[in-house]
């Protein structure tokens, strides 16, 4: 069962912006986060964002200042605006849950190069 669908993945060049969507096709409980995760080559999966219920926003170290979560009113879909991408955030990103309980989704790939 796809519970997730990520999307807006695409190639860019070193100081571009994309903006991702993660479609959520299950029901979570509104107690829970939502995050994006990120998987590059050789790399462990990483968590990268996070929203909790009251909305709190909290980044990666590596993402702080450049990259924003979150999500529409519906609570349906989450968001993440990447601004001055670089090299090293290429990767597959994905949602979940924080920590994650289900099932991930096919990821949507983001390439920084020139």
């Known amino acids: 069962q796809v519970q997730f669908v990520e999307s807006g993945g695409a190639l860019v060049q070193p100081g571009g912006s994309l903006k991702l969507s993660c479609e959520i096709l299950?029901?979570?409980?509104?107690?829970?986060?939502m995050a994006w995760y990120r998987q590059s080559p050789r790399k462990q999966r990483e968590l990268v964002a996070t929203?909790?219920?009251?909305?709190?926003?909290n980044y990666a170290n590596s993402v702080r200042g450049r990259f924003t979560i979150s999500r529409s009113e519906s609570k349906s879909t989450v968001y993440l605006q990447m601004n001055s991408l670089k090299p090293e955030d290429t990767a597959v990103y994905y949602c979940?849950?924080?920590?994650?309980?289900?099932?991930w989704g096919q990821g949507t790939q983001v390439t920084v190069s020139s």
């Open positions: 979940n849950t924080s920590p994650y309980r289900y099932s």
């Open positions: 299950i029901d979570i409980p509104r107690s829970f986060n």
């Open positions: 929203i909790t219920p009251g909305e709190n926003l």
